[in-house]
């Protein structure tokens, strides 16, 4: 069985319908009517042990409710969950010392409290040992340098600063399975940079990550696996390497060229490719099917009208994929991916 398994996991959210202004809400009390918001809808998701999975979705696609339900803070309206063969919801403390959760928009240390006591509160809630502990410390300060921030109240910290505690937090009692949602928002380059250094070493020592961002850059050269789910459901489970192989057929070629030459010669040069002026008056910008045309047969071709200086090629990027997926481009059905 999977480390992590979801069995036709809905949530159905319901909140009053309630007419605005004081008349509203008396009307609401004696005739109580709401709606509903089925924020997950069947979601079957099976995560091995050492996998990293990219979980992304539109805003209100129902991530952070998966992410909820996965960790047992959220009860299934429908469906199950279990992580190692437990489920969340029931087995609470065995299957809290399993899992870490990161909220980039919220945090889980305490406001009054400086960073070194919320984290010594999460150490014997957890009952972690002394010496594990300050090993934990230590790697925390070399890699995200939470030194610094041991004195500091939660209310005192930067975005940044309380994105890095939270991560201590999240990892102090040295979970298997870690849901980070969001861990990257807001923070600037350099914390970035640093953060994600951190995901590269967790998912290395073999750590199950499941990473939702909007930031895609969290997810290229992290995660090998990407879901996507759109209005509660799962559109797209597979690799993503893969997918973009498949779908992001489009290569983009700019190539300079020593003497000026109308864009219309080099698309006589090259049937099939979308050929516009590029960013100075010697280059021109390509746009090729990578399945009709090799990017040498592109240039020499290029080459056969003009000589070539320079070129580059720019490769498809996750957001091709993703937009196709959200366009309708890229359908799953079940004898695809999903
Ligand atoms: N506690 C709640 N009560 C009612 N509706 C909720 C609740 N939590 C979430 N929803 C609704 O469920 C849907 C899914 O929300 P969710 O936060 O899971 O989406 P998300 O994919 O994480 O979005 P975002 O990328 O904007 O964070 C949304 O329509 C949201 O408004």
């Known amino acids: 069985m999977a480390l992590v398994e979801a069995r036709r996991l809905t949530k159905v959210f319901r909140r009053p319908d309630k007419p605005p202004g004081l008349a509203g809400s008396l009307r609401h009390l004696v005739s109580r009517k709401y709606v509903e918001k089925v924020a997950v809808d069947g979601v079957d998701l099976s995560i091995e042990a050492g996998e990293a999975v990219a979980y992304v979705g539109p805003n209100g696609a129902g991530k952070s409710t998966t992410v909820k339900l996965l960790s047992g803070i959220l009860e299934p309206t429908s469906g ?8 969340p919801q029931r087995e609470r403390m065995a299957v809290a010392h399993r899992i870490g959760v990161l909220f980039g928009q919220r945090t889980q240390l305490w406001w009054d409290l400086p960073v070194a006591d919320s984290l010594a509160v999460l150490r014997d809630l957890y009952g972690v040992d002394r010496a594990t502990y300050e090993k934990r410390l230590k790697r925390f ?9 041991m004195a500091v109240t ?16 999240a990892l102090i009692h040295g979970p298997d399975v870690v849901y980070l949602d969001e861990p990257t928002i807001g923070l600037d380059l350099a914390v970035k940079d640093r953060v994600r250094e951190f995901f590269r070493d967790l998912r290395d020592e073999g750590t199950t ?23 509660g459901r799962l559109v797209f489970d597979g690799d993503l390497e893969a997918v973009k192989d498949e779908f992001a057929r489009e290569r983009i070629l700019h190539v300079s060229t020593e003497q000026r030459v109308a864009s219309d ?11 516009t002026a590029g960013e100075t008056p010697l280059w021109h910008t390509i746009r090729f099917d990578r399945f009709a045309l090799t990017a040498g047969q592109a ?18 990027g996750i957001e091709d994929v993703i937009r196709r997926v959200y366009s309708g481009d890229l359908l799953l059905t079940s004898d695809s991916a999903l």
Request: hydrophobic fraction near 50%; include cysteine; charge should be negative.
């Open 80 to 87: 199950e969950v279990r992580i190692d063969g437990m489920v």
């Open 141 to 149: 300060d070399d890699v995200l340098g939470t030194g610094e921030l």
């Open 154 to 169: 939660g209310r005192k910290l930067s975005l940044g600063q309380r994105m890095r505690a939270d991560l201590a937090a």
């Open 209 to 231: 990550v499941m990473l939702t961002s909007h930031d895609l850059a969290d997810i290229e050269g992290f995660c090998k696996r990407l879901v996507i789910i759109d209005e």
């Open 265 to 275: 010669v080099v698309r006589d040069a090259l049937p099939g490719a979308v050929v």
């Open 299 to 316: 240039v020499a071709a290029v080459s056969g009208v003009a000589t070539v200086v320079d070129f580059r090629i720019d490769e498809p």
